[in-house]
């Protein structure tokens, strides 16, 4: 999911290398062909629709900045997911639980995470799925926060996801370079099954009959109807029911 126009702020500023296009960081696919991040400080919010049937997880590219000691163990960011049927889910982001500094190497940052193990009830950090240099020096890395979809919630269709920052003491920003989504899409319907052409019909009318119409189930007795003998353009061929007609047979889609 591209981060779109909210995304302002270019990666290049702050890392000296970044990834490109249709990254592959902790074994999931993003959106990187914009080259900016999005930042949030200070009550700031950021939203994100879409339509992800069965969905298991999202998957942010999230850091702080500014993340001195001051904040560790404090709450300062929740992601909202919103499903089709209004129903919403919240999960809290927390300084040194599953949030940290960006350039873990500066003095005085919160720079490691405890929720490190995969969880199917709360956020949980992969670290420095990209770890390069800053531009100003020192290691600089991007995580990955996983927010899982309650069990609840799995099969219903995720439309919306909120990045919200609420924080609002200090200069600590949130820092998000991508945003991608688990899912598990439908299985395609079966086709219905074809017909065979060429079966045998089991209507009244039996194939290749005459042009009298002789069905199975017509009376010995029936009179025959006369030969009408017609001398337009035909070259005076006669009618006389003789002719068979082809029948066409419709296949089932």
């Known amino acids: 999911m591209?981060?779109?126009a909210p995304a302002t702020i270019a990666l290049s500023a702050s890392y000296a290398t970044v990834p490109t296009g249709q990254a592959m960081l902790g074994g999931h696919t993003f959106n990187m062909t914009s080259?900016?991040?999005l930042q949030l400080l200070n009550g700031g919010s950021a939203s994100f629709a879409g339509s992800y049937q069965n969905?298991?997880?999202v998957h942010l590219l999230l850091?702080?900045?500014?993340t001195t000691n001051f904040y560790a163990g404090s709450p300062v960011g929740t992601?909202?997911?919103t499903f089709s049927d209004a129903t919403t889910q919240s999960m809290d982001l927390i300084v040194g639980g599953n949030l940290r500094e960006w350039r873990i190497s500066a003095f005085g940052v919160v720079n490691t995470v405890s929720d490190t193990a995969p969880s199917t009830l709360a956020p949980y950090t992969t670290q420095g799925v990209w770890t390069t240099t800053a531009v100003v020096g020192g290691t600089a890395v991007?995580?990955?926060v996983t927010v899982p979809v309650l069990t609840a919630n799995k099969t219903k269709t995720l439309t919306g996801v909120q990045l919200i920052d609420t924080n609002t003491f200090g200069s600590l920003q949130i820092d998000l370079a991508g945003l991608t989504v688990e899912f598990t899409p439908p299985a395609p319907p079966t086709p219905a099954p074809v017909p065979t052409p060429g079966g045998t019909g089991t209507g009244n009318e039996t194939g290749n009959h005459n042009g009298d119409h002789q069905n199975a189930d017509k009376s010995?007795?029936?009179a025959k109807k006369p030969v009408t003998t017609e001398t337009n353009d035909q070259h005076g061929k006669q009618?006389?029911?003789?002719n068979r007609g082809n029948h066409h047979r419709n296949l089932a889609d």
């Open 63 to 66: 850091n702080t900045a500014n």
């Open 220 to 222: 010995a007795t029936s």
């Open 35 to 37: 080259g900016n991040l």
């Open 2 to 4: 591209a981060l779109g």
């Open 79 to 81: 992601v909202v997911f």
């Open 239 to 242: 009618d006389d029911g003789s």
């Open 142 to 144: 991007i995580d990955m």
């Open 55 to 57: 969905p298991t997880a």
